[in-house]
């Protein structure tokens, strides 16, 4: 297995602008986790998906945030509009259903919003 | 008070020192614990679970207390390879295990 695809890499982008972040889990696995990673707060959990259905948004900073996973193997992060304060490096992480199991992380998508 | 505290370092050692790093978790119904390693702008990845007992894997000590709610990691000998963010994850059960995060702390070994 390839390990979690996240497209794209890298994402500038101008304030105001949508963003769609991309993310293929790891076949067979129930989770998907959305975290987004930052110097001031580290890594925090943004949203999670279990077989597909959204678990617990609480994680979603506000409306502009929003989410969607249409089949096991593929999830979006959406920003709409975007500002400055949403650069980051985001990324998406798989698991499977059972405890002691760990997360398996993409290589992250690096955001910058001017 | 976070759900996962580490100190964040920086840890500056010079190679072959031991080096222990504490994770504190404020819920007691946690049950699963990890150690991730993240290395500069890249994705974090797991280093080794931990144990109610205490494991070990080469030079890398993990150790859970429960009573007072923290995890160690021990790293011996430590090599330049070794410099990096050191995550302490914890799982907590709600029906569903999902883990939280540390802020990691941050290691440098230098010769």
């Known amino acids: 297995d390839a390990g979690v695809i996240q497209s794209p890499r890298h994402e500038v982008t101008e304030m105001g602008q949508e963003v769609t972040l991309r993310c293929k889990p790891i076949?067979?696995?129930?989770?998907l986790f959305w975290y987004r990673q930052t110097m001031m707060r580290g890594l925090e959990l943004l949203i999670y998906?279990?077989?597909?259905?959204?678990?617990?948004d609480s994680g979603m900073p506000e409306d502009r945030f929003s989410a969607k996973m249409p089949n096991a193997s593929f999830s979006t992060l959406k920003i709409q509009p975007s500002e400055p304060r949403d650069s980051a490096v985001y990324f998406c992480?798989?698991?499977?259903?059972?405890?002691?199991?760990?997360?398996?992380f993409g290589q992250g998508t690096r955001l910058t919003v001017v | 008070r976070k759900e996962v505290e580490q100190d964040p370092g920086p840890f500056n050692v010079p190679e072959g020192a031991t080096v222990a790093f504490n994770c504190t978790y404020s819920?007691?119904?946690?049950?699963?614990f990890f150690w991730y390693r993240q290395d500069c702008r890249k994705e974090p990845k797991l280093l080794m679970s931990?144990?109610?007992s205490g494991n070990e894997d080469g030079r890398f000590t993990a150790q859970l207390n429960r009573a007072s709610q923290y995890i160690s990691l021990l790293i011996r000998d430590s090599k330049l390879s070794d410099s990096a963010t050191y995550l302490c994850?914890?799982?907590?059960?709600?029906?569903?295990?999902?883990?939280?995060f540390g802020r990691g702390t941050s290691l440098i070994v230098h010769p």
């Open positions: 992480a798989s698991s499977l259903a059972r405890g002691r199991t760990e997360a398996f």
């Open positions: 076949s067979g696995h129930d989770y």
């Open positions: 998906f279990n077989n597909n259905v959204p678990i617990d």
């Open positions: 819920n007691s119904a946690s049950q699963s």
């Open positions: 931990v144990y109610s």
């Open positions: 994850v914890v799982t907590t059960s709600g029906g569903s295990y999902i883990p939280t």
